[in-house]
């Protein structure tokens, strides 16, 4: 698929979290059109599904911290292991295969007691799991 400089406008707009109805206004176009070119580019695989993101700043019952994972044993079925142990829990939202005296940090966010639940009920009890160390965010600037 070519890309029409429509479609990379909106590529633009998506990536920032605009919505529809302030991309119609922005690109003088009807909502109708939007939907189109964006259901075209996720068909295309330009866009991979819809990104959340909640405002932490308005929400004082959110939190958001990142956690370092190191396990004793790093096979490649140790890996999948501990993927698929954490698929399904609710407060991970992304794990990143790192280097260094790590293997893993981990993006959570939700309540503070549910990250906490998670790190001392279920990290903490997980076979392979050597180290753990959780960094809270306190303030986040964005460039």
């Known amino acids: 698929m070519k890309l029409k400089e429509l479609d990379l406008e909106l590529l633009d707009l998506f990536k920032k979290g605009e919505e529809v109805r302030e991309i119609t206004k922005k690109l003088n176009v009807p909502q109708s059109t939007v ?10 695989g330009f866009i991979k599904g819809l990104k959340v993101e909640i405002d932490y700043d308005e929400s004082n019952t959110y939190e958001k911290a990142f956690i370092l994972v190191s396990l004793n044993s790093v096979h490649t079925t140790d890996f999948e292991r501990f993927f698929q142990d954490l698929k399904e829990d609710k407060v991970v ?3 990143f295969e790192v280097s260094g005296h790590w293997d893993f940090i ?7 007691d549910d990250i906490i ?10 076979q392979n799991v050597k180290k ?5 965010i306190m303030r986040h600037v964005e460039l």
Do not use: D, R, W
Request: proline share 0%.
């Open 93 to 95: 939202k992304e794990i």
């Open 106 to 112: 981990l993006s959570v966010s939700g309540q503070k």
């Open 132 to 136: 753990i160390q959780s960094i809270f």
């Open 117 to 126: 639940n998670f790190v001392h009920e279920k990290l903490q009890n997980m």
């Open 35 to 44: 939907y189109y070119h964006y259901n075209k580019l996720k068909k295309n």
